[in-house]
């Protein structure tokens, strides 16, 4: 009920620009480090250009605050998983 309501809250509030808010994205919350894998294909061929993990710390009174993006090095643990579960 509680997100319900929330969605209810977020689809009559404005956007930033004043605008008015067309959609609401729910995503399940996981916890632990977040990737982001840079990764492009064409004709079948398909490379990862960069991964990172994001930089994130409780802050202001929220959980978690998104201060940047660290580089992952292409040859760590994480990489050798994520980059063949990303292809």
Request: net charge neutral.
């Amino acid at each position: 009920q509680e997100a319900k309501n929330h969605f209810h809250v977020l689809m009559q509030s404005q956007m930033v620009n004043g605008g008015e808010c067309p959609a609401v994205l729910c995503q399940e919350f996981l916890r632990g480090k977040e990737y982001v894998v840079d990764h492009v294909s064409r004709d079948g061929q398909h490379k990862t250009v960069m991964l990172w993990v994001y930089d994130k710390r409780p802050a202001h009174s929220s959980a978690f605050v998104y201060f940047g993006c660290i580089p992952v090095d292409s040859s760590s643990p994480e990489a050798k998983i994520l980059i063949p579960y990303v292809r």
